[in-house]
T-cell receptor, first 116, second 112 residues
Framework: DGGITQSPKYLFRKEGQNVTLSCEQN?????MYWYRQDPGQGLRLIYY???????QKGDIAEGYSVSREKKESFPLTVTSAQKNPTAFYLC???????????????FGPGTRLLVL | QKEVEQNSGPLSVPEGAIASLNCTYS??????FFWYRQYSGKSPELIMF????GDKEDGRFTAQLNKASQYVSLLIRDSQPSDSATYLC????????????FGKGTHLIIQP
């Protein structure tokens, strides 16, 4: 059963704590993405990775870190430097299309991060 | 700063009617355009994408693109209560850029 999985579904963070959100895909996609969604808002790009061992900052990377050691996995760490982490975090991967306009992104089920 | 604008709604449409959702974008070099549907508490799911001027039809859905006017729309024919959701417009810039820029979404309500 192919797809994108994210865990946990809900995550609680204490002040000053780093937390890591998991994203795994078995679609054999090269590119993976992390977005953040705040209530009533669109999605904003945090980080993306087009290939293993390489990643790029998106529009709102401050306070976040990522790694891409395996093609299937792209974990996101929300560090204590992120002062407003409460949001819905969405991981996506992109179907390959040789860089053409047909390339589309598909989303995992998301993780809700709440601050205690 | 790339921007994607949508009317937040709610847009209320009677069941069986045509729902029309609109989106404008600021980056004239944008290459591809996507419509996602998002139910409350769920992740976005892809409805359609379009990259050439004109219309693209898929079942009850039609995407329309006018690059000269920097305008993209989604029409939903024979609207059903299950179409009630937030519809997100997303744009990918050209020139090898990656990642999508999203609008804030339009909340659509189909009234039985």
């Amino acid at each position: 059963d192919g797809g994108i999985t994210q865990s946990p579904k809900y995550l609680f963070r204490k002040e000053g704590q780093n937390v890591t959100l998991s994203c795994e895909q078995n679609l054999n996609h090269d590119a993976m993405y992390w977005y953040r969604q705040d209530p009533g808002q669109g999605l904003r790009l945090i980080y993306y990775s087009q290939i293993v061992n390489d990643f790029q900052k998106g529009d709102i990377a401050e306070g976040y870190s990522v790694s891409r050691e395996k093609k299937e996995s792209f974990p996101l760490t929300v560090t204590s430097a992120q002062k407003n982490p409460t949001a819905f975090y969405l991981c996506a991967s992109k179907s390959p299309g040789s860089g053409g306009p047909r390339e589309t992104q598909y989303f995992g089920p998301g993780t809700r991060l709440l601050v205690l | 700063q790339k921007e994607v604008e949508q009317n937040s709604g709610p847009l209320s449409v009677p069941e069986g009617a045509i729902a029309s959702l609109n989106c404008t974008y600021s980056d004239r070099g944008s290459q591809s355009f996507f419509w996602y549907r998002q139910y409350s508490g769920k992740s976005p799911e892809l409805i359609m994408f379009i990259y050439s001027n004109g219309d693209k039809e898929d079942g009850r859905f039609t995407a329309q693109l006018n690059k000269a006017s920097q305008y993209v729309s989604l029409l939903i024919r024979d609207s059903q209560p299950s179409d009630s959701a937030t519809y997100l417009c997303a744009v990918r810039a050209g020139g090898g850029a990656d990642g999508l820029t999203f609008g804030k979404g339009t909340h659509l309500i189909i009234q039985p």
